[in-house]
């Protein structure tokens, strides 16, 4: 038996026929060579043969697969039943494919992102190990270079340990291309090779470029190669000028090497970049490791053996910022732990919209067999099995699954794109893309929906007697209870995910709210910002940097439409922009005499002011406060809290061992002023500001205010930093709202995302509490025709239809709010701001449910209130 | 719902039919008709064949690889489907003769034995 044969029945037939038609010949002219009338030859001819019929039908059953021949013949049927019930059948494919498009796009997205290995070469031996931060609130923070070499020495059980750390630095401009700030990597010379990395021109680094003495080299990644160079190979051996510094290419990286993120553009060796100094501190926490694990060996091995460095490194070097521990995970939860969280949040979110859908179809398709319980139920009196109609409905939901997941398929394709498209930098989002196992998984889903909704309304006639359908009048009063409460359990379910999905959504939703609304403690209205750094090599000395400063503010401050401007290290929610440690001469015995850590910042006197920082007592810096006449510090509201508590802090000192030419009685407080967040999520606010114009501060970040649009205010302000330096490339030019959107972001996204899913699950639970309902009205119409015309009042009735309808939605309600102090605590890691159990929000999700729920269920109610007891009657 | 399969004929062992059949190709080529009343005269009519179920056999035969068939002109000047014996069909006769040899003995000694 073979499908070919299958299908080629219809043509053996016919030469079957031709066959028999040519033996009947045969045996006619045999008849007549022995001599019988020729009427009389056909007649035995055919008697001999025997019945033709007989012979077809054998020859076509040996030919029919009958699996095959039932399947489509269920299929056929299943396609007709559909196919009567338009409106039906469409709405549940749709529902369906949208439940399986969300699940198989997230899935894609999950699989590229969080499940694949990295391109590297053996990617399971490699870990990234990090320092614990020393005030312990962060377990995988930055690492010391000095660290980092006594973890070298310590740990045996791994082949190898690379260091590296990200910074910016300017790419000079050159045959007529603009000067640009890039971001670049720096990096033993043993870590791209260690990650298997084959260069595509030139070479890697190697042992002797890494040295404070080696003459400068650098390795480009391709997408700079391209934009920059047009894929010129003869690059390798040319000398760039970065910071104002010559760098000798060395080599090219091949495309698909996107590593820490795509917006590295360079690498260069980090003995060679960063001051012995830096390398050697074992308290000043700049960079990350990698290592690759010997064969055998495992990551707690390492980590153990790390961490006993770690401890005896501090032991040695007991300062408040040597960090106490070492901690580490593989390279591809260091590379997607921010991912991780969105990405399995709204994984759960899609799963619950599936299952909503699966149950809403389930749901749908028991109404349906309810309507053919008495076919079914004939069929099975004379004989048909229940596996028989079992193989139906499953068929049928078979069927609507599939087209669903064809549709799905195609929602994932497109969802997939516009995710990568909406998020692209989001990790590994380039690696992003749907593959073999995707549409398995996808078929999985498939086959998943067609189960669950085909299985559901066959309990009923997996289980009981069939027969009683038939002996049910034809104006029973309510058929079918089973069947009601089973309904009743699925709608349950239903409201119940859903108002789990609602509270997320909500918190989410809450908490990215809370992000926006935090107060940064400064201006963000009209304000423009952006960022430059002045290159070492021509701003060698303090005075030209404080000199380019001084030419920078008037000019802006001069340009028409600019209210106030000001220019600061690091802005408000820009970032950490690095701290300082200090001490307080009038404090010596302060915490036990030991050394302190603030954030510093370098501010120019008309800073606070352009940037609306309230003053709260004392002075801003003034115009004289210049190279070494700088002697003044500013700090913050927390900072005079934290370190003078209920004293005055104006006319103390605090003494800064890291700044040259520092005034040796220390910086004098000259006034205090509000704090600002560094970071939206981030509450160290303790700040030391210093003036700008002591020279010291080569990185800079304007802020500039302005009555109007502030983004008109972008080109002017490039034209007078190129006036003053036409070779000073500047990034980040941002207004300060999309400055904090940035950082908003994730949030934003998984909270709008989760919310779009509980709105669809919403829906779908009120179309389900609809229909259930409409279908109860239905099938009661005689009942309550029966009942209004004894006399019952309309009021009554509704009431009677209304807590019908609403009792599955309570105990959903009840079950989902239950569900959601669960799940709430999957999600409390993305919540800012907000408790994880809001009981507000709570009872506001329970409050618009109730309201749809109502509002789902009142319709079909009130259509039962106004029935004409006379026509109901008529009804059947 | 599969009906009984019934024998290849209501006069003959089920399973003989095959062998018969082939051991009438064994001397060349033959038709549905041809087949038919070979094995009908040289059991000297002992064996009736019902005409009809030697069909769905030379079907079965010929999906088992045991004949191949085409179309050609018959002695009568009638286009007729000719069937002929392969390899593995030569190979089938042996064997089922030899297993109906056995079958014939071991009833033969039944029967004797029954007879004492």
Not at chain 1, 231 to 245: E, N, P, Q, W
Not at chain 1, 330 to 345: E, F, R, S, W
Not at chain 1, 499 to 507: D, I, R
Not at chain 1, 664 to 684: I, S
């Amino acid at each position: 038996m073979n499908l070919r044969r299958f299908f080629s029945r219809p043509a053996a037939d016919a030469e079957l026929a031709q066959e028999l038609e040519a033996h009947l010949q045969h045996e006619v002219d045999h008849n007549i060579a022995r001599g019988m009338s020729e009427e009389k030859a056909r007649r035995q001819a055919r008697l001999k043969l025997g019945s033709v019929r007989r012979v077809h039908e054998t020859v076509w059953e040996r030919n029919s697969l009958e699996w095959f021949e039932t399947m489509l013949r269920d299929l056929r049927y299943a396609v007709r039943t559909l196919s009567r019930t338009p409106a039906f059948t469409v709405t549940a494919v749709l529902v369906m494919a949208l439940g399986i498009g969300a699940n198989v796009t997230l899935f894609t997205v999950v699989r590229s992102v969080l499940l694949k290995p990295l391109p590297f070469r053996e990617p399971d031996r490699l870990i990234q190990l990090y320092e614990k931060s020393p005030d312990g609130r962060r377990e995988y923070s930055y690492i010391a270079g000095g660290m980092y070499a006594a973890w070298k020495k310590a740990a045996s059980s791994v082949e190898q340990m690379a260091i590296y750390g990200t910074d910016s630095i300017n790419l000079s401009g050159s045959g007529g291309q603009l000067p640009e700030k890039l971001r670049y990597a720096k990096c033993s010379w043993d870590l791209l090779s260690m990650m298997g990395v084959v260069p595509e021109v030139g070479r890697l680094f190697v042992e002797a470029d890494d040295r404070r003495a080696a003459p400068a080299t650098v390795v480009l990644t391709h997408g700079l190669w391209m934009r920059r160079y047009a894929g010129d190979r003869g690059i390798v051996g040319k000398t760039i000028l970065l910071d104002a510094k010559p760098y000798t290419v060395v080599g090219v990286l091949p495309a698909w090497f996107l590593y820490p993120d795509t917006q590295t553009q360079l690498w260069a060796p980090i003995y060679h970049e960063e001051s012995s100094g830096m390398m050697e501190a074992v308290d000043n926490h700049n960079f990350f490791v990698i290592a690759r694990l010997r064969r055998g060996a495992t990551m707690a091995q390492a980590l153990s053996q790390v961490d006993t460095a770690e401890k005896q490194v501090r032991a040695a070097h007991p300062t408040p910022s040597t960090a106490s521990g070492a901690s580490a995970r593989t390279l591809l939860d260091g590379v997607v732990h921010d991912a991780k969280a969105t990405l399995y949040t709204l994984m759960g979110a899609t799963s619950c919209v599936l299952l909503i859908a699966c149950l809403n179809v389930a749901n749908l398709l028991v109404a349906r067999s309810a309507s053919r319980r008495k076919e079914t139920s004939v069929r099975a009196a004379l004989g048909g099995s229940r596996w028989r109609l079992l193989r139906e409905q499953l068929t049928e939901s078979a069927v609507l699954a599939g087209a669903g997941g064809a549709l799905g398929m195609l929602f994932a394709w497109l969802g997939t794109r516009w995710l990568v498209e909406a998020r692209p930098e989001m990790a590994r989002a380039n690696a992003i893309h749907m593959d073999g196992v995707v549409l398995l998984f996808g078929l999985g889903v498939v086959a998943g929906c067609g189960l669950l909704a085909g299985l559901i309304p066959s309990l009923s006639f997996l289980r009981g007697p069939l027969l009683e359908a038939l002996q049910d009048s034809s104006r029973a009063t309510s058929a079918g209870h089973g069947r009601v409460r089973l309904r009743r359990a699925l709608l349950a379910a239903e409201v119940g995910l859903t108002v789990v999905l609602l509270t997320c959504a909500g918190l989410l939703l809450k908490s990215y709210n809370h992000l926006r609304s935090t107060d940064l403690g400064c201006a963000t209205q009209n304000v423009l910002t952006m960022r430059f750094a002045l290159p070492h090599a021509r701003y060698d000395t303090a005075a030209k940097t404080a000199a380019f400063y001084e030419q920078l503010l008037p000019r802006l401050r001069a340009l028409p439409g600019v209210k106030a401007a000001g220019v600061v290290t690091t802005l408000p929610g820009q970032g950490y922009g690095g701290d300082s440690r200090f001490t307080l001469p009038e404090h010596p015995d302060f915490a036990g005499g030991a050394v302190q850590d603030a954030i510093v910042r370098g501010a120019d006197p008309g800073y606070f002011s352009a940037l609306q920082i309230p003053l709260l007592s004392g002075r801003f810096f003034e115009d004289h406060e210049r190279l070494t006449d700088a002697r003044s510090v500013i700090v913050s509201k927390s900072f005079a809290r934290q370190y003078f508590g209920d004293e005055d802090a104006l006319g103390k000192h605090i003494l800064i061992k890291d700044f040259d030419g520092v005034p040796p009685e220390g910086f004098e407080v000259v006034g205090v002023v509000g704090d600002t967040l560094w970071a939206l999520t981030e509450q160290d606010t303790a700040m030391m500001y210093f003036p700008l114009y002591s020279g010291g501060w080569p990185n800079a970040s304007i802020g500039v205010r302005s009555d109007g649009d502030v983004t008109s205010l972008a080109l002017p302000i490039q034209k007078v930093l190129g006036e003053l330096d036409p070779d000073l490339p500047v990034s980040d030019v941002l207004t300060m709202d999309q400055s904090i959107g940035r950082s908003t972001v994730d949030a934003s996204f998984t909270s709008s995302m989760v919310m779009a899913f509980a709105v669809i699950a919403l829906v779908l639970a009120a179309v389900g509490l609809y229909g259930v309902l409409s279908y109860i009205v239905t099938q009661r119409t005689s009942e309550i025709g029966i009942r209004i015309a004894l006399g019952a009042q309309r009021g009554a009735v509704l009431r009677l239809i209304l807590s019908d309808g609403l009792r599955p939605a309570w105990i959903g309600l009840l079950l989902g709010l239950v569900g959601s102090g669960f799940a709430v605590q999957l999600i409390r890691t993305m919540l800012y701001g907000t408790r994880a159990l809001d009981w507000v929000l709570f009872a506001e999700v329970g409050m618009v449910l109730a309201l749809v729920a109502g509002v789902a269920c009142a319709i079909p109610a009130w259509r039962a209130s106004r029935l004409d007891p006379m026509q109901a009657l008529r009804t059947e | 719902m599969t009906e009984p399969k019934k024998a290849a004929s209501g006069e003959m062992l089920q399973g003989t039919m095959d062998m018969l059949i082939l051991r009438t190709l064994v001397m060349g080529r033959a038709h549905g008709h041809t087949i038919a009343h070979v094995i009908e005269n040289t059991s000297e009519d002992v064996l009736q064949v019902e005409q009809g179920s030697l069909y769905p056999a030379l079907h079965r035969l010929e999906d088992r690889g045991w004949v191949k068939s085409s179309w050609g002109v018959s002695e009568n000047n009638r286009k007729a489907k000719f069937y002929e014996l392969t390899t593995a069909g030569r190979k089938q006769l042996v064997a089922e003769r030899e297993r109906w040899q056995q079958v014939v003995v071991a009833i033969g000694r039944i029967l004797g034995e029954a007879a004492e």
